[in-house]
């Protein structure tokens, strides 16, 4: 079955280290997102890529960066991790504009 | 600035009775809005949509209903069973926009037996 898959699902890591977490789908979806989860705020869009060598920027995306080399991947990188960026975060995909897109299962991220 | 707000942080029904979550806007320019349901360490998945064109959208227990002019959506589910125990986010976008989406910060439904 195709699907959308996050790695690690757990990480904890010390401020100011370079993290990246990988988003990899397999239904070929053009669109590739990642959110943040954080009490009191819901989801918020991160970065968003509409194909290969696409990228954009969401609501909150200093101290991220994404890299879209094939239509599979997704990987988020944090520069210099930040204990503003322990947070869970969740990477979508979605197979056209306006379609609903389709979650992984998020990875949980602690920054010590 | 929250465009998407969802003001009860949680709601308790017997099962057998009818949930009803609610979900404002402020932003004008939102045309398309979904409901994503999310269990504890699962990712969100896509429960139901409503375009702005329509005021209502039916898939078999759960209905949205969309008011434009007071930027307000609900979403009903009836008969609520135990397994409807989850957090609901309303959800907004821009068509042409990739599901780029502005989320609210969720209520969490607990159905009781």
């Known amino acids: 079955d195709a699907e959308i898959t996050q790695s690690p699902r757990h990480k904890i890591t010390e401020t100011g280290r370079q993290v990246t977490l990988a988003c990899h789908q397999t239904?070929?979806?053009?669109?590739m997102f990642w959110y943040r989860q954080d009490l009191g705020h819901g989801l918020r869009l991160i970065h968003y890529s509409y194909g290969v060598q696409d990228t954009n920027k969401g609501e909150v995306s200093d101290g991220y960066s994404v890299s879209r080399s094939n239509t599979e991947d997704l990987p988020l990188t944090l520069e210099s991790a930040a204990s503003s960026q322990t947070s869970v975060y969740f990477c979508a995909s979605s197979v056209s504009r306006g379609s609903e897109a389709f979650f992984g299962q998020g990875t949980r991220l602690t920054v010590v | 600035d929250q465009q998407v707000k969802q003001n009860s942080p949680s709601l308790s029904v017997q099962e057998g009775r009818i949930s009803i979550l609610n979900c404002d806007y402020t932003?004008?320019?939102?045309?398309?809005f979904l409901w994503y349901k999310k269990y504890p360490a699962e990712g969100p998945t896509f429960l139901i949509s409503?375009?702005?064109?329509?005021d209502k959208n039916e898939d078999g227990r759960f209905t949205v209903f969309l008011n434009k002019s007071a930027k307000h959506l609900s979403l009903h589910i009836v008969p609520s069973q135990p397994g409807d125990s989850a957090v609901y986010f309303c959800?907004?976008?821009?068509?042409?926009?990739?599901?780029?989406?502005?989320f609210g910060t969720g209520t969490r439904l607990q159905v009781t037996l």
């Open positions: 932003n004008s320019m939102f045309d398309y």
């Open positions: 239904w070929n979806h053009n669109n």
């Open positions: 959800a907004a976008s821009v068509t042409g926009t990739a599901s780029k989406l502005t």
């Open positions: 409503i375009s702005s064109i329509k």
